[in-house]
């Protein structure tokens, strides 16, 4: 039997064969068949998981909750570094020097990334906008986020931190960033289905001695961390309470 | 819970009392300076049942103006405001403890007798059924929200 694998798609186009990589050392550890499922959105993600189609994922803060709360997910690990942040930026010739000079009807360029849209709507509060008052773009990539602001089609973009910075450097020249948010405490995930509970102990001796070896440093380098930390239960509910308050 | 000594220099001081809902008194001091909530940040906090702190995030520590040292082991009520009338926090405590989330605007006091609003959201932490603390998070509000809030509770305070 296998299993099967999958990351939230809110990962930087270019790391998709870091992933595959990742699963074939993933497989090789710990000897058991893993399928690695990349999912073109998150629609096609929470469907899978609806349908039982997922044993492990490498979740967003978001679809961790959910994953823990009522799918019997059990986390156990994440990567070290900076935790979950998110930007609103706009094209730089934009007459909006911050979110307080937005006003409503305001063009919102994203994806449909749950987790830097509701952080995104967070942060335009300051400024009296909601869904109620502003315009929501939904596109497939974060590079089309970007030309639709370079295009003047968008006021502001919501973005990962790490996708804006995966922008080339000539599309950054061309943008600015008006707020960037500063949480601290909201993280991805790697998570087991209930199948995988046994395995626990295996996962973690795995996952937690990779950067030991030269090979595992380079995967991890590859995916944007250096090690994985490993997460106890509490921790995770204090996350899950946090993002809470953050989606009623 | 210490009572506050007055700030030495920060201009127009005004003192007041506190009565809390657990039937502790404190002397507070206060000034019309307000901080401005910084941009993209969320104050976080936990506190056990009680409503004695356990966790806070740096931003917390930032904004109260107390060091953390400080603040954990203190009651949330460290940072209660005069302005702020105590039917909000009856209601808030009573939504709490009955297992719901809380949301509304807030004037916090700073260690320094100067203030910040926030918009806040509490929730239960509920493990195996059971309630064992709340977690508070705060967010940046909108200046009209805040001046809605403050009519309301000046009026609240009035009557």
Redesign the interface.
């Known amino acids: 039997m296998s299993f099967n694998f999958t990351v939230s798609p809110s990962f930087p186009a270019e790391r998709i064969s870091d992933w595959y990589i990742f699963n074939t050392w993933l497989q090789r550890s710990l000897s058991i068949p893993i399928h690695l499922e990349l999912h073109d959105g998150f629609d096609a993600q929470r469907a899978a998981i609806e349908a039982g189609q997922v044993d492990l994922i490498h979740a967003n803060p978001f679809d961790a909750s959910l994953l823990v709360r009522e799918k019997g997910f059990r986390a156990i690990a994440r990567p070290d570094g900076a935790p979950d942040e998110m930007v609103i930026v706009t094209a730089l010739g934009h007459p909006a020097q ?2 307080h000079d937005l006003q409503p009807g305001t063009r919102i360029a994203c994806t449909n990334d749950p987790c830097v849209n509701t952080i995104g709507r ?2 335009l ?4 906008l909601s869904a109620d008052n502003t315009i929501e773009q939904q596109k497939e990539t974060y590079i089309q986020v970007a030309k639709d602001l370079l295009r003047g089609q968008a006021d502001v973009g919501f973005m990962p931190v790490g996708a804006y910075h995966g922008l080339s450097s000539l599309v950054r020249r061309e943008l600015r960033t008006l ?7 909201i993280h991805h995930v790697f998570l087991l289905g209930r199948d995988l509970h046994s395995r626990t102990d295996d996962f973690l001796h795995a996952l937690l001695s990779m950067h030991e070896t030269d090979r595992g440093q380079t995967m991890l380098s590859a995916l944007g961390a250096s090690r994985w930390q490993a997460v106890q239960q509490e921790d995770v ?2 996350m899950i ?2 993002i ?3 989606t ?1 | 819970m210490l009572d506050m000594p007055p700030p030495t220099d920060a201009g127009d001081v005004t003192g007041h009392r506190l009565d809390h809902a657990d039937g502790s008194r404190r002397q507070v001091f206060i000034t019309h300076i307000e901080t401005p ?6 104050i ?1 906090s ?1 506190t056990d049942t009680r409503g004695i702190i356990t ?1 806070c ?3 917390f520590v930032d904004m109260s103006g107390y060091t953390r040292d400080e603040l954990i082991g203190q009651p949330h009520c460290l940072l209660r405001h005069p302005d702020m009338p105590s039917a909000v926090f009856r209601e808030l405590w009573e939504t709490v403890q009955g297992g719901r ?1 809380w ?1 509304g605007y807030v004037k916090n006091l700073r260690k320094d007798g100067g203030h910040y609003w926030v ?1 806040a ?3 239960p ?1 509920i ?1 195996d059924g059971r309630i064992v603390g709340y ?3 705060r ?7 805040v001046a809605q809030a403050e009519a309301n509770y000046r009026e609240w305070n009035r009557s």
């Open positions: 911050s979110i967070i942060l509060e300051p400024a009296n707020v960037t948010s500063d949480i601290q405490v509910e204090f309470d946090i809470s308050t953050l009623r | 909530y910084p941009q993209g940040r969320l976080v936990r966790h995030n740096q931003s989330q949301h918009f959201t509490i929730v932490n493990r977690t508070s998070v967010r940046q509000p909108s200046r009209e929200k």
